[in-house]
């Protein structure tokens, strides 16, 4: 019993011994090209070579007017008509009376303006003549020497012609102000906010509401240290090109759309908050067919008043323009580079080394990036 406790696991310790020989000197055979199989790899690949490159700036900002204005009560008294135009959001033209206030009062009182110019003229009258007779008395009197200013009624007439320019004055007051008494806007544009009503008193320097003209629109676009380099920006300028637009203005907001703009000054400042500084771009309307056929007819350039209703004209009648408060991004015209190595940023790792292929070997090579966008690196 003891003697067979021992054998089996002798037996079966031999038969392992005799299948890890046979493995031993029976190995699997190995492909015949086993030797010279390399790990591979699949890669694209694409050429640079220094090239001309344009650099466009992108940039964002919100659309303002470049003009806006407040509306100021300039005399007192109760609103008695509202123009349709006065409302939010519409336009209005050059000289259109938006409010007009109760005159009553003030066209009483230009006539008692006139009433008391009338009066000074007669006081006037008055001490021309009675100048004239005591220079008459001293003459008849037989008195040498010339006659004393008191005795000539001198101060009195001086006094005289002073009331006929306060008369004046007055009048000319009473009729500023009873003109006052229509609100006419200053320029074509449109309203951003009504603050009264019909039937409102108002008083002097009341704000009656907000306007800004929409011949010319502007956007604030701030703009990286590294990219002033690459914006023509001379002594607080930005040159505009003379065929194409400087700045592209896009917006996604509902149907996509895009604008033509111009830089037109920089900012004189670093801003405090960003530490970058701001260019300013200007979004005007483009020459209208109106304009070109004024143009043609008269053999010269409308004047800026016309040139600026028409421009107005051809703002409002293009829907799609950006609105007040739009945010927008704006693709700047930077330079053209002459020579210039561009990769795509996808294919830069860390932000400072791109893999080169050499006789089909992939090779790390560190770089610096000079410029750089969301698509390239410069």
């Not at 320097?205 to 701030?222: C, D, F, K, M, T």
Request: glycine content about 6%.
């Amino acid at each position: 019993m003891l003697k067979r406790r021992f054998v089996v696991p002798a037996l079966i310790i031999g038969i392992l011994i005799l299948v890890a020989v046979l493995i031993v000197k029976n190995p699997p055979k190995q492909p015949s090209d086993a030797a010279d199989r390399r790990l591979q790899m699949a890669v694209s690949t694409m050429a640079v070579t220094p090239a001309k490159y344009q650099v466009v700036v992108e940039s964002y900002g919100r659309i303002e007017p470049v003009t806006k204005s407040f509306l100021v009560a300039q005399v007192g008294g109760q609103i008695v008509n509202v123009s349709q135009q006065f409302e939010n959001g519409r336009t209005f033209d050059k000289g259109d009376a938006l409010l007009r206030i109760d005159n009553r009062d003030y066209r009483a009182n230009l006539k008692v303006a006139e009433a008391n110019l009338l009066d000074a003229k007669r006081v006037l009258i008055e001490e021309q003549a009675r100048g004239r007779l005591a220079k008459d008395d001293w003459r008849r009197s037989g008195k040498s020497g010339e006659p004393d200013s008191l005795v000539l009624r001198e101060p009195q007439l001086l006094a005289a012609k002073a009331g006929v320019l306060s008369a004046e004055a007055s009048l000319d007051k009473a009729k500023l102000d009873l003109s006052r008494t229509v609100l006419r806007a200053p320029y074509s544009g449109r309203v951003l906010a009504r603050s009264v009503d019909l039937g409102q008193v108002v008083s002097v320097n009341e704000r009656l509401g907000e306007i800004y003209s929409s011949h010319a629109l502007q956007v604030r676009l701030p703009l990286r240290n590294r990219d002033l380099a690459y914006v023509k920006l001379e002594n607080g300028v930005a040159p505009s090109a003379e065929h194409e637009p400087d700045v592209r203005l896009l917006s996604s907001i509902g149907e996509s759309a895009a604008w033509p703009a111009h830089l037109t000054r920089t900012e004189a400042a670093i801003d405090d908050a960003s530490r970058q500084l701001h260019v300013v771009a200007e979004l005007r309307p483009a020459v209208t067919g109106a304009e070109q056929n004024v143009t043609e007819a008269n053999g010269k350039k409308p004047d800026s008043e016309s040139a600026q209703t028409l421009g107005n004209a051809s703002l409002e009648k293009h829907p799609s323009l950006p609105r007040i408060g739009q945010y927008v991004t704006a693709h700047i015209l930077g330079t053209q580079l002459g020579q210039a190595i561009v990769v795509p940023l996808q294919s830069v790792y860390q932000g400072s080394f791109v893999y080169l292929v050499e006789d089909g070997h992939v090779y790390r090579r560190g770089i610096e990036i000079a410029w750089q966008n969301q698509q390239d690196a410069l």
